[in-house]
């Protein structure tokens, strides 16, 4: 059976505060070409609008789920998940806010500093019949209530949703792995870098970093039991003096099988 790529990226939201080089027009074509060299079976961004989403499938392959968090349509960032039909089909998918009523979209909610939103599908890979379902969220920046209410709502459908088949949770948590939302999705979940079997490659201390500014880690890929992390990178890669975005994408390699921790010599 062939590995399983995905990817993790803040493309971050498009507008006139970001100027040459790191304007989105000269962005989006690094963002393809890097797209279209790591070729991952799915990748699930954040901040996207729907023009962006729009304009990320100009050039490649992939079709997406998801929809923009003010109104679960058009208006609004997506937390979306692009696919590649070539590989996987999608069986189900859905979004839902990170508020007391899921099905309301635009809602601010918990404190949170604007409307959080999950998207989720569930897709079958064509070469294996393999089922596995991936969440991808994008947390408040504000809100720590917001955060950890949030993420309890995610993993409490993850629990009741598809939870017969190996599940992937990816996003921009906006915490940093010892605070109390990270314990708490690793109590359900392993975060992809802790448990990598092989190669784990490129800046360890930031996937966030500011245009070069700052070096944080907020994104992650979570895997369930049944999979196994083979390699894990941060790709800190510039393109014509430009960066990708403000954070930097993280990218897993996965295969379908027991989950299992690297050796520990004592």
Request: aromatic fraction near 12%.
């Amino acid at each position: 059976m062939d590995n399983t790529k995905v990817i993790t990226f803040n493309v971050r939201c498009a507008g006139p505060w970001d100027l040459s080089p790191n304007s989105w027009e000269e962005r989006l074509p690094r963002i393809q070409q890097f797209l279209n060299a790591e070729r991952p079976v799915l990748f699930g961004v954040q901040e996207a609008s729907h023009a962006q989403m729009v304009g990320l499938l100009d050039g490649t392959a992939y079709r997406f789920v998801g929809g923009g968090r003010d109104d679960f349509h058009r208006k609004g960032e997506y937390s979306g998940i692009f696919y590649d039909p070539l590989r996987l089909e999608v069986l189900d998918w859905g979004n839902f806010s990170l508020g007391d009523n899921p099905a309301v979209a635009g809602v601010c909610a918990w404190g949170a500093a604007c409307p959080r939103m999950a998207t989720w599908g569930f897709f079958r890979e064509l070469a294996s019949g393999q089922r596995f379902s991936c969440y991808n969220t994008h947390l408040d920046h504000i809100s720590e209530e917001a955060q950890i209410k949030g993420l309890t709502l995610i993993l409490s459908q993850m629990a009741s949703h598809y939870a017969d088949v190996p599940q992937l949770l990816m996003g921009d948590f906006n915490a940093p792995p010892d605070s109390p939302v990270w314990t708490l999705a690793s109590t359900e979940l392993e975060d992809a870098r802790g448990i990598a079997m092989g190669e784990i490659s490129g800046p360890q201390n930031a996937t966030y970093h500011n245009w070069g500014q700052s070096a944080t880690v907020i994104d992650y890929i979570f895997v369930s039991r049944g999979l196994t992390v083979l390699n894990y990178r941060v790709d800190d890669r510039m393109v014509d003096g430009g960066y990708l975005s403000d954070h930097y994408p993280v990218i897993v390699e996965l295969m379908f099988g027991a989950t299992r921790r690297p050796l520990v010599l004592a």
